[in-house]
């Protein structure tokens, strides 16, 4: 492992049973609606922001960002599942939504791989590990054993319960 993480992608989704309305020629005749499963202000938003400006000028429409934050993702993927499937409801996904929270919480009504068709892969995002210089390491496989050796004395910080990062360190 070269000390690299591959952190979470972002995708356009759309509710699975889309209509036929991309074959209409009047589509898109008003505004369309992204879901963020996340926060404001956060590195989803962020790309919804810049995507929205993007396609907004691409289809000549409105693009309506709408966050859905809270629990790991799955509140906005609950909405996002219950639009109607006629092409005006987009979800902003990544893997945390869109696959390990699946896994994470076995419970969640809505399985996303099933619920939504993917439309595009929209930003793949990089991890790194770092660590404090005083750390007695200098690669990956050095800190896997010296954080065997001392239990308890490491700590580490990722997005949430449901992120790539937190289940690579896990």
């Given at each position: 492992m070269s000390g690299r993480l591959r952190n979470s992608f972002l995708a356009l989704l759309l509710p699975a049973a889309v209509a036929s309305a991309f074959a209409a020629d009047e589509y898109p005749n008003r505004p369309i609606r992204m879901i963020v499963p996340f926060a404001p202000g956060g590195a989803s938003d962020f790309v919804a922001r810049i995507v929205e400006l993007k396609l907004a000028k691409q289809l000549g429409q409105t693009v309506v960002i709408e966050n859905r934050a809270g629990a790991s993702g799955y509140l906005g993927i609950e909405v996002a599942s219950q639009a109607t499937p006629d092409g005006y409801t987009l979800l902003l996904g990544n893997i945390g939504t869109m696959?390990?929270?699946?896994?994470?919480?076995?419970?969640?009504?809505?399985?996303?791989?099933?619920?939504?068709?993917?439309?595009?892969?929209?930003?793949?995002?990089p991890g790194c590990v770092a660590v404090h210089p005083s750390l007695p390491v200098s690669n990956v496989k050095e800190l896997i054993a010296y954080a065997k050796e001392s239990p308890g004395k490491l700590n580490y910080s990722t997005a949430d319960a449901g992120s790539n990062t937190r289940l690579a360190f896990e």
């Open positions: 696959a390990i929270n699946d896994a994470v919480f076995p419970k969640f009504k809505v399985k996303p791989l099933d619920a939504f068709t993917a439309v595009t892969q929209v930003v793949d995002v």
